[in-house]
């Protein structure tokens, strides 16, 4: 980072705003100076560039709340604007400080909140305190603290650099020299480590589980030397000895394949044994199943005996039943059948005969009713006359309906033209009226568009002033609240350790005075006669120290200063801790005040505020919000009203458009086409009433009477004809019935002679049959007819006897050929004997399935264990590995406590310290040297970083800390150089080509001064800019470029000399 160019306005002593410090201007020589009297402002050239980057000053002792300075009128705006390049590319910051001003307007003050603008080349601007912070320390990569020790040595804080602690210069050389990676190996090992630890710790939870789940019996001899084996694998979560895990379960199925084949044997020989016995029993139970059927069939045998007879009468009743049913019965019912034809046709002859006298005296009547009709018909073509001549008068008559009706239509419309003119003239005096009405409301209104705009404003202003009044009573008070309860936590928790390390402190001062009291007879109990006594070297002991009744070892002395230790850093942890919660709940109160200031200073309600202190102003801003609250209600309200105006205003103007321009071209328009309407009328009213005088000479008045008339000549003509129709119809049907009825009674006399000759026919042959079949009449025949199911029933039933018979003799005969010399056998003994055998095959069945299924699964677990045996090992041994190397890099195996990144740091300050003395010999004619702690490293790793100084006139080291002023100027500015062209020469993150030194030479004498002189001048150039604070007359007269500073009345002045 170099610098380019500064403005200063109404920033510390500066009024207004300054003359532009253009650094550009001092790149030839690098080194210039800042001059001037006490007070007038030169520190406040480095602040405001420390303030622009970062939004703190130089010094760590400056205030940043009062930069504004106190001689800036009211209408100056205090700001700093700082532009620099870095790495090729410029950039400027622009950052208001936060101050209180008066009022533009009224009386008071008005608190400006900080705000700051990032400018980079080619990019958007940045706007935002933190946004703003974060792109400074991207871009640099350092903060404000590592800065003001690279770049800029601020007045009285030589001597912290000098003495800065290993904590602070690790975050600036981790920049300097990127040891980030270092640091992340650290990480990196560490995950390695721990993923290692799990995969082997779950490779050795498989194992143990594999072997937890190995089996054996619980009767043998090595089941408590297993079970013990596993207690152990599962209490430690892991198996010792892989090898004799493994040869244990080798061992138990050794074992159980001897058990294995052992009942293998006996289960042989009783499922032999208990094969031959089922044999036994199927022969058994074979041999008393035939003597058992053969039994069954002579009982049967008999049974069919019994009903022969039964059978014999039931053939016979077959017989008879068939000749009946099959042979006579048909006979008999064609003879019966023929007889009920021949009565069937006697009746209907009869019938017929009756009904042909009735239709005779029919045609007599129907023949005398149509010659009586036919006489009416001269009267049906009267009548056809007078229908038509009616028909051919129906248009005229509708005609002269029609004309009647529209002559009265045209009169009321004549009649309602009269009307309409009415009303034309009073719309037209209504229209006038409401155009004068509208013009009245619009110029009434005319104002209120742009109330409403001024209304809607301020209800937007009152609104987002509740919004801000309402975030600040709902949610900031609140946080306060939460702040003050966690300052009081830390508080009490401070109370607390300060208590303890008191205790602690106690302990160890009472611990310290009886350890050392107790010295001689600690030494003494160890002491034996003839060996030197390690405070005298005496061999010779007549008299040993005692140990006081009460005393204490060195470990316990030990333990109550660890004790001590552990309650002091934790007394001052509580306090930073309630330091930080004070600060804060202070600057939250800060910010809270702000935000009530703000609220309360508004042009909208006025509320007096002046000298009240959170609370009150907390209580004015809840009046304030109850005045806010009833001001939006209020102008609500008229913004309603408002709107409702401008509405009307716009209704009103819409509506004179429409009245003055389509309403009243409508109304002449309306007027134009009534006049035409009403010529129109008058033209039709005369044609109509010509033509209605030509339709006065009809048959009848009117059609309605025409048409009565008429229906009643259609009605007597319908009649007439209807008559004739029906008599002519009536007669020809009478006639045709007569000669059917005639024809059909000859029909049927035939028909019945040749009946009569079929029944004696008939006859013969019933009787000829019932002879044939040795029925006595046709009553016994009728008592054997039956149906056909019944006939096959009984012939199945006889059919089944006489098959059942056949089967018995032939299976009887084989039954005895079979049970010949056979007799019954017990076969229950035989069946008790396997069913024990059977049971004791499966007993020895189960014992050798559990054994197998044993066998298998230890088999399985053995194999399990052994294909993850190298893969543990491997993993064992890849786990020590990362373990021995996170050690190594954490700095934590043997007595070094130092880490990778720690080392890579100390050999970089190495460098910078060497640099360093490059400049600290020749300003101290070679008496100093500067030195990191040798004996640092593998004691404690946070102070390897210190300092000490080697003093060549003595050849003594000693702390930094004990050099004199002169002395410690010297070294610092030594090592800020040296800093400086590490920061230069390095590749890592950092790049900064400006260094500024402000006071520290009023220490030196002249040599010093010249000395340092000589090497600023070399240091500085082109590529390095060299910023000198001195009011020292050498530094005056032999650094020409200056920028000189000149305190007034009115603020103070600065004016730049390049020394041209």
């Known amino acids: 980072m170099k610098p380019i160019k500064l403005i200063i306005s109404a920033f510390g002593p500066y009024a207004g705003l300054m003359p532009e410090i253009h650094f550009g201007q001092f790149e030839e020589r690098g080194l210039f100076l800042i001059s001037g009297d006490t007070g007038a402002g030169k520190t406040t050239i480095f602040d405001a560039i420390c303030f622009a980057l970062y939004g703190t000053t130089s010094g760590t002792y400056r205030d940043t709340k009062n930069l504004r300075s106190e001689y800036a009128k009211p209408n100056v705006e205090s700001y700093v604007d700082f532009?620099?390049?870095?790495?090729?590319?410029?950039?400027?910051?622009?950052?208001?400080?936060?101050?209180?001003?008066?009022?533009?307007?009224?009386?008071?003050?008005?608190?400006?909140?900080?705000?700051?603008?990032?400018?980079?080349?080619?990019e958007l601007p940045i706007e935002g305190i933190k946004q703003v912070n974060n792109a400074v320390m991207e871009l640099l990569h350092i903060d404000d603290k590592q800065f003001k020790q690279i770049a800029m040595i601020a007045q009285g804080e030589f001597w912290d650099l000098l003495n800065a602690k290993t904590d602070q210069r690790t975050e600036i050389l981790r920049t300097i020299f990127m040891t980030d990676g270092y640091k992340n190996i650290e990480f990196k090992l560490k995950d390695r480590m721990n993923n290692t630890k799990k995969q082997k710790e779950k490779m050795e939870e498989s194992i143990v589980q594999y072997f937890n789940d190995v089996k054996t019996d619980e009767t043998d001899q090595i089941y408590e030397e297993l079970i013990e084996l596993q207690s152990r694998a599962k209490q430690l979560g892991q198996t010792w000895n892989l090898d004799e895990t493994l040869e244990i379960i080798k061992k138990i199925i050794k074992k159980d394949e001897i058990k294995q084949q052992d009942i293998k044997n006996y289960l042989d020989q009783a499922e032999d044994k208990y094969n031959k016995n089922k044999e036994v029993l199927a022969r058994a139970e074979i041999n008393n199943k035939i003597i058992e059927r053969l039994n069954n069939l002579e009982k049967e045998r008999k049974e069919l005996d019994e009903q022969a007879k039964e059978i014999t009468n039931l053939?016979?009743?077959?017989?008879?039943?068939?000749?009946?049913?099959?042979?006579?019965?048909?006979?008999?019912?064609?003879?019966?059948?023929?007889?009920?034809?021949?009565?069937?046709?006697?009746?209907?002859?009869?019938?017929?005969?009756?009904?042909?006298?009735?239709?005779?005296?029919?045609?007599?009547?129907?023949?005398?009713?149509?010659?009586?009709?036919?006489?009416?018909?001269?009267?049906?073509?009267?009548?056809?006359?007078?229908?038509?001549?009616?028909?051919?008068?129906?248009?005229?008559?509708?005609?002269?309906?029609?004309?009647?009706?529209?002559?009265?239509?045209?009169?009321?419309?004549?009649?309602?033209?009269?009307?309409e003119e009415s009303d034309l003239i009073l719309r037209e005096e209504k229209l006038n009226n409401k155009i004068l009405e509208l013009n009245q409301i619009i110029s009434d209104k005319k104002n209120q568009p742009s109330e409403l705009q001024r209304v809607q404003i301020k209800v937007r202003d009152l609104k987002n002033l509740r919004d801000k009044i309402e975030d600040v009573l709902e949610k900031q008070l609140k946080e306060r609240e939460r702040r003050r309860n966690h300052l009081m936590t830390c508080q009490n928790a401070f109370q607390v350790a300060f208590v303890k390390y008191e205790s602690a402190n106690a302990d160890r001062i009472k611990g310290e005075k009886l350890f050392e009291s107790s010295r001689a007879g600690i030494i003494a109990i160890n002491l034996i006669e003839g060996d030197k006594c390690p405070v005298c070297g005496s061999t010779h002991h007549p008299e040993l120290a005692q140990l006081p009744n009460d005393s204490i070892s060195e470990d316990e002395y030990e333990n109550l200063k660890a004790k001590e230790l552990e309650a002091q850093e934790a007394k001052t942890t509580a306090n930073t801790e309630a330091e930080k919660a004070k600060i804060a709940l202070e600057q939250y109160e800060e910010?809270?005040?702000?935000?009530?200031?703000?609220?309360?200073?508004?042009?909208?309600?006025?509320?007096?505020?002046?000298?009240?202190?959170?609370?009150?102003?907390?209580?004015?801003?809840?009046?304030?919000?109850?005045?806010?609250?009833?001001?939006?209600?209020?102008?609500?309200?008229?913004?309603?009203?408002?709107?409702?105006?401008?509405?009307?205003?716009?209704?009103?103007?819409?509506?004179?458009?429409?009245?003055?321009?389509?309403?009243?071209?409508?109304?002449?328009?309306?007027?134009?086409?009534?006049?035409q309407k009403k010529i129109f009328i008058d033209e039709d009213i005369t044609a109509s009433t010509a033509t209605l005088n030509t339709l006065k000479n009809l048959s009848y008045e009117n059609w309605e009477k025409a048409s009565i008339e008429k229906e009643k000549a259609e009605k007597r003509k319908n009649n007439i004809s209807l008559s004739l129709d029906n008599s002519m119809k009536e007669k020809t049907k009478a006639d045709q019935d007569l000669a059917g009825i005639s024809a059909a009674i000859k029909t049927l006399e035939s028909t019945l002679q040749i009946q009569q000759n079929d029944v004696k026919t008939l006859k013969l042959k019933l009787e000829k049959k019932l002879e044939e079949k040795k029925f006595l009449n046709v009553e016994e025949m009728l008592k054997f007819v039956v149906s056909e199911e019944e006939l096959l029933e009984t012939e199945k039933k006889i059919n089944s006897y006489k098959q059942a018979v056949v089967t018995n003799n032939k299976q009887l005969l084989q039954a005895k050929e079979d049970a010949e010399g056979k007799k019954i056998v017990d076969v229950e003994a035989l069946k008790e004997v396997c069913k024990s055998q059977d049971e004791?095959?499966?007993?020895?069945?189960?014992?050798?399935?559990?054994?197998?299924?044993?066998?298998?699964?230890?088999?399985?677990?053995?194999?399990?264990?052994?294909?993850?045996?190298?893969?543990?090992?491997?993993?064992?041994?890849?786990?020590?590995?990362?373990?021995?190397?996170?050690?190594?890099?954490?700095?934590?195996?043997?007595?070094?406590?130092?880490?990778?990144?720690?080392?890579?740091?100390?050999?970089?300050?190495?460098?910078?310290?060497?640099?360093?003395?490059r400049r600290l010999q020749p300003m101290s004619d070679g008496q100093y040297e500067l030195y990191r702690k040798e004996d640092a490293v593998g004691k404690k790793s946070n102070n390897f970083l210190d300092l000490e100084v080697l003093d060549n006139y003595t050849g003594h080291r000693r702390p930094v800390g004990n050099l004199s002023g002169g002395?410690?100027?010297?070294?610092?500015?030594?090592?800020?150089?040296?800093?400086?062209?590490?920061?230069?020469?390095?590749?890592?993150?950092?790049?900064?080509?400006?260094?500024?030194?402000?006071?520290?030479?009023?220490?030196?004498?002249?040599?010093?001064?010249?000395?340092?002189?000589?090497?600023?001048?070399?240091?500085?150039?082109?590529?390095?800019?060299?910023?000198?604070?001195?009011?020292?007359?050498?530094?005056?007269?032999?650094?020409?470029?200056?920028?000189?500073?000149?305190?007034?009345?009115?603020?103070?002045?600065?004016?730049?000399?390049?020394?041209?």
């Open 83 to 122: 532009y620099f390049s870095h790495q090729g590319k410029e950039y400027h910051v622009k950052r208001h400080p936060e101050y209180e001003r008066p009022k533009q307007r009224g009386d008071g003050t008005i608190i400006e909140k900080e705000k700051a603008t990032f400018f980079a080349e080619g």
């Open 967 to 1060: 002395e410690s100027f010297k070294a610092s500015l030594s090592l800020a150089l040296g800093l400086s062209d590490t920061v230069s020469t390095n590749l890592g993150g950092v790049q900064m080509d400006a260094l500024f030194i402000d006071e520290g030479f009023g220490t030196l004498d002249r040599k010093s001064i010249d000395n340092a002189m000589e090497i600023l001048i070399n240091l500085s150039g082109k590529n390095k800019l060299v910023g000198v604070i001195s009011h020292r007359e050498e530094l005056i007269e032999n650094i020409s470029q200056q920028i000189c500073v000149k305190k007034t009345k009115e603020g103070s002045q600065l004016v730049v000399d390049t020394g041209l």
């Open 840 to 917: 004791k095959v499966r007993n020895l069945r189960n014992i050798y399935n559990m054994i197998s299924n044993r066998i298998s699964n230890n088999k399985e677990k053995h194999k399990n264990i052994l294909d993850q045996r190298d893969d543990l090992e491997k993993a064992r041994k890849e786990h020590n590995i990362c373990t021995k190397l996170y050690n190594l890099v954490k700095g934590t195996t043997g007595n070094g406590k130092i880490t990778l990144e720690q080392y890579i740091q100390a050999a970089g300050f190495d460098g910078i310290i060497a640099a360093a003395n």
């Open 591 to 675: 910010n809270m005040r702000v935000e009530i200031l703000d609220c309360l200073e508004n042009d909208i309600v006025s509320i007096e505020f002046e000298g009240k202190n959170l609370e009150e102003l907390v209580l004015s801003l809840k009046n304030l919000k109850a005045v806010v609250d009833n001001e939006i209600i209020t102008n609500a309200k008229l913004q309603k009203e408002i709107e409702k105006d401008c509405i009307l205003l716009k209704n009103s103007e819409k509506s004179l458009e429409e009245a003055s321009g389509v309403i009243k071209e409508k109304l002449e328009a309306d007027k134009m086409q009534l006049q």
């Open 315 to 419: 053939e016979e009743l077959l017989g008879n039943q068939k000749a009946a049913t099959h042979d006579v019965n048909p006979e008999y019912v064609a003879w019966y059948n023929k007889l009920r034809e021949i009565t069937s046709t006697k009746d209907n002859i009869t019938y017929k005969t009756q009904k042909k006298s009735e239709v005779e005296l029919l045609v007599k009547e129907t023949t005398d009713k149509l010659e009586n009709l036919e006489k009416l018909r001269p009267e049906l073509e009267k009548l056809n006359i007078f229908i038509n001549k009616i028909d051919e008068e129906k248009e005229k008559y509708q005609k002269r309906i029609e004309l009647t009706e529209k002559l009265d239509l045209l009169k009321k419309a004549k009649e309602t033209i009269k009307n």
